[in-house]
Structure formats: C-alpha cells, structure tokens
C-alpha cells in the first residue's frame, strides 16, 4: 500500500520549480483527478467489453477521453492549474453528453444528473464567474439536447436533470462563495497579524520563519525573512539546499539543533544557543527560540512553530566582560582586604625602623657618622618609597568602589592646578592647565579622579627639573582626553609597555 501511494505520489508532483506550497497543492489535486478519470476510464470500458464488443465508437469515445485528460493531467503537473480546470471542465460536461448518446434510453436521461459534478468542480478550482459560465452553458446545452438524447419531452426534462443541475450548482455556488469570502477574511487578518508580527520581529530578531509540519514528519517554511537570513548568514536560504541554516551551523552544535525540534514538534517551547559560520568563515553565536502553534485546541502536538534567531554574539562577549569584572573585583577585594589586614602593622614597623634611623643619626657623630650617613639616608628613601607604594596599593584597590556623579571636568582640573601650584611656592616649575574649547560633564569619582591626576601631576613635577607641565583636556571622536605634558627627559620607548606594572618604577638612568 505504501509503494502505491509513493508511485501515485510521484506521478502527480508539479514538474515545475517556484510553484507557492497552495499552487503546488492544487497542481496535485488537478492532477490526481485527471490521472483518475484517465484510469476510470479505462476501467469502466473494460468491465463493460462484453457489451461494446464491435463497437467502434465507444473505443473511438475511450482513446478520445483519455487523451483529452491526458492534456489536462499534463497542464496541472506544469503548473498551469487554472487552464486544466477549465479543460477538465469542458472535456467533463463532453464526456457525459457523449455517454448520454451512447447509452440511450433510461440511463441517459440519468447521466445527464451528473452534469453538477461539473459545477463543484468548477467552482472549486475556478473562480465563481467562469464557474457560472459553464453551468449556463451545460444548462443550454440539456435544453437543446436532452430531449432528444433522452426520449424525453422538454417539460421532463426542464422538470427533471435541468432543474436538479440548476438547484445544486446555485446552493454549490452560495456555499464556495461564503467559504471563500471567510477565508478572504481570515486571510486578511493572518495578514495584518502577521505584518504586524513582522514589524515587531524587525526590531527583535535577526531573522524569524514559520514552519509547518507535514503528515510525513518533516517541516515545510511557510514564509520567512531571507534578506535578513543573508544579513545574517551571508549565504541565501536556499544556497546550500533545503536543509541551508542547518548547514550553517557549528558541527559541533548541530545535534541540539535536531532535538530541539523533535521537542517543538511535540509542543513543548524550545531554544538553543548555538555557533553559526558565516560565509565569510567567521563564526557567531544564535540565540534560536521555538514556539509552537497549536490548532482546534490540541495541546498536546504543535502543527507548527514560529523560529525566532538572534545574534548573541556582542550579549555573550559582553557577559564574558562581565564574568571577567567581577572575578577581577573580587581579586581587588581579597587585595584590600590583605592590605587593610598589614598596612596598620606595617606602617608602624616602618615607623620603628625610621625612629632608629633618626636616633642613630643623633647619637653618632664624627667619622663615624660620616661613614654611616650615606647609609641612613638610603635607609629613609627606601622606607619612603615602601610607604608611598602602600598608598598606591590602596588607591588601587579602591578603584572597585566608584561613586561615580556628574562632574566638570574643566572645573576639576582647574581647581587641582591652583590648589597645587600654591603648595609648589617659588618652585622653578611652571605649572598651567589648559582648557578643551568647550564645558566637559561626565560621570566619574572625583575623588578618585583627582588622586590620579595629583599622582601623575607630582611625578612630572618631580622630573621636569626645570621648565613647565601642562595639564590639558581634550575632546575627540566623542572620547575626552586628559594630557599630562612635562619637560623632562621622558621614558625610553622600551620602558613604556610597563609603566602599567604594578610597582614598577624606572631608575635615572632608564629615564
């Protein structure tokens, strides 16, 4: 049985490419009843050979029909569904005025109550014009022949096969009409739903498609975004075949891809975050949703399922960045809370030792202290310089706990240089700040922002010597710049990549 439907399946197939799922599914339908009428035909003939034994013309009447349909089933799998009903509609109403005249008698006069199956034809393949049409015709045609294919007078046969044809094929009409004119209206809310939907979906996705599935199990796209799938993707949606975003995606992900649809297909709502290779060879992260539509209120398994894909790729780097953040912010806080721990401790031990230092340097004097003077006051540089790290080491680590507020940063500098450039005295240094052209606001922690600025401001002030620093702002590309300009002997380039290095201090002679 499953060999007879895949045999009848394959002979009815349209023939031709970019037919719409409804033109091909009506390329079926025409087919399958001119492939049936072909095949009744024969049939009927050869059951009733005993009876047509010596008949020509009811052979001659059997080749003519089966090649008349033979063009009809010819025309549908072209896809040229319109022009075989039509046919099939005029070859109909033929072949049953001509089995009326070969039969004859009573029988004829009831071939001719088939003549509606025309008009249900028609009206279903046919718009409800052309269907009317050919009733008329048919209708005149019963008035003019039927009596005298029938032996019948013309009141029997107003009163019998024409006034059934008329009754039948107008209810026929009245009824195709309304259904059509509900599906007309169903189709144009569909429509503005899903415009809407596509409207909406612009904004929310990089490409969204409705699949439906088929009774063989496979699924069907019914419409979709493709400009967006090649945005997307870089490759068309029909490019690498049927199976194209499949294909698209990441080997390695693919399996989840399969099961996610498997569990759609029983209704249940499903997504996945898988890697996608461009065309171009670079890969991406989806986000793909699935969710199920349900019809006549069946929960239970979805006749199909919107598929909504997004680009994650920048939300994934950006929760990476975040992860990152926050295992480094917990770092700063183990740090601080290491540093809070020894540098009360510390300081004091320091204190010791430069209370020594300062007390030997008192109760030594002579030669002695010239031989141990040099000594001591390295001794003090040195307890100077581990004091300060101390306080680098705490200013960095407080760089996790910004309260950041509007501020002007013209304003801030402005007020950083004066403050400065008074506890400088007669210094030889000339320090000026220079303002961007217009006002600067952002969001930043003053405080912090000043320690920072103050720190590179004593540097440079400690290593111009002589001259000037300047402290600028700028505005660029939508970036605020904060310049630090001395006249000092500078950093050798090959030093420069670790100025950032925690401690890290070039000695005299790196400078």
Sequence with gaps: METLRKTWASLVVPRVN??????????????????????????????????NRGRFDALLALLGAALCF??????????????ASAANSVLGVVAIFGATALLGDVLASSNLYFLVAVSIYAATFLNIRTAIWITVGYCALVLLLGPSLTDQSLEQ???GPLMFNVLSAGFTFLFVHYWRLRERKRSDALSISETRYRAVSDHVSDYIFFARFTPEGSRAIIWDTPDKFQALSGYGTQELGPETFMMVIHPDDRPPVYEGRARIAAGEATFNEVRMIRKDGCERWLRIERLPVHEDGDAAAATGYYGIIVDITEERDARRAQDELALRRAQFSMIDTFVKAISHDFRNRLS???????????????????????????????IQDMIEQLTNLTYINAVSRLHLSPANINDLCSGLCSSLAKSMGENSIRLRFEPAARPITLNVDSGQLERALMHLLNNAITHAQEGSVVLRTLVSDHHVLIQVEDTGVGIEADKLPRIFEPFYRATMHER
């Excluded at 202290?369 to 040099?374: D, K, V």
């Design 352 to 382: 010791s030792v430069e209370t020594t230092r300062y007390l030997i340097g008192k109760q030594v004097s002579g030669e002695a202290l010239e031989r141990i003077q040099p000594r001591l006051e390295q001794i003090s540089l040195h």
């Design 157 to 159: 046969v107003f009163g």
């Design 18 to 51: 970019g037919l719409t799922e409804e033109q091909a599914e009506q390329a079926r339908i025409i087919a399958s009843i001119s492939l049936m009428v072909i095949c009744m035909t024969v049939f009927g003939y050869l059951l009733t050979l005993p009876l």
């Design 70 to 83: 033979s063009i009809t089933y010819w025309l549908a799998r072209s896809g040229r569904t319109e022009l």
